[in-house]
């Protein structure tokens, strides 16, 4: 089983590129989310799709948007990549049985993006 | 607002030895609590988690943590560390359901033979 599956693990960025990075489960799972995680910060939300066909932002949604193109892929795009983006990116799933749900999240290994 | 303090940056501590990893956190009610894990280069993974109940969870990997409410703390625990254990802790916080979770900035583990 792959579980979550993130693409590309690297990414080098100048500032007011764009690019997408993409996720995917083989778990079935209902509930997709992306994490930043910086030095000292701990994860942050940054959106979350609790179900295909709907999203919602998380705790720091600016400069990003995301697309829950079916139930097992969930994208995030930076339109105009800022220095302020470079983060490690986590892709988790859960499935999320009802709402409320606090089933496990299930973690890919990350994207490292730099924007310079 | 709820909050999550992990107040060891880095812990360093022999193979065999015990280990704890503290968390306190803040939060109006009974929270649900996580704490995950993160080897190097890998996702988080979780370890264990407390949402009602008897109050001392077991884990995976032999990592125990007691919920102890009149602390607001859900220290992470094993007897017997190995040095497959050396990663980052993270203790998380939080309602129902996981977009309102709120995680620690983190514990790194080293081990030493």
């Known amino acids: 089983n792959a579980g979550v599956t993130q693409t590309p693990k690297f990414q080098v960025l100048k500032t007011g590129q764009s690019m997408t990075l993409q996720c995917a489960q083989d778990?079935?799972?209902?509930?997709m989310y992306w994490y930043r995680q910086d030095p000292g910060m701990g994860l942050r939300l940054i959106y979350y799709?609790?179900?295909?066909?709907?999203?919602d932002k998380g705790e720091v949604p600016n400069g990003y948007n995301v697309s829950r193109l079916n139930k097992r892929e969930f994208s995030l795009r930076l339109e105009s990549a800022a220095p302020s983006q470079t983060s490690v990116y986590f892709c988790?799933?859960?499935?999320?049985?009802?709402?409320?749900?606090?089933?496990?999240?299930?973690f890919g290994n990350g994207t490292r993006l730099t924007v310079t | 607002a709820q909050s999550v303090t992990q107040p060891d940056i880095h812990i360093t501590v022999s193979e065999g030895a015990s280990l704890e990893l503290r968390c306190n956190y803040s939060?109006?009610?009974?929270?649900?609590l996580f704490w995950y894990v993160q080897s190097p280069g890998q996702g988080l993974q979780l370890l264990l988690k407390?949402?009602?109940?008897?109050?001392l969870v077991q884990g995976i990997k032999g990592f125990e943590a007691e919920f102890k409410r009149s602390q607001s703390s859900f220290n992470l625990r094993k007897p017997s560390v190995h040095w497959s254990d050396a990663a980052e802790y993270f203790c998380?916080?939080?309602?129902?359901?996981?977009?309102?979770?709120?995680f620690g900035t983190g514990t790194r583990l080293t081990i030493i033979p």
């Open positions: 988790a799933s859960s499935v999320t049985r009802s709402l409320g749900d606090n089933s496990p999240l299930h």
């Open positions: 407390y949402f009602s109940g008897d109050t």
């Open positions: 778990m079935n799972h209902n509930s």
């Open positions: 799709s609790a179900s295909e066909g709907t999203t």
């Open positions: 939060y109006g009610a009974t929270p649900y």
């Open positions: 998380a916080v939080g309602p129902f359901g996981n977009e309102k979770l709120t």
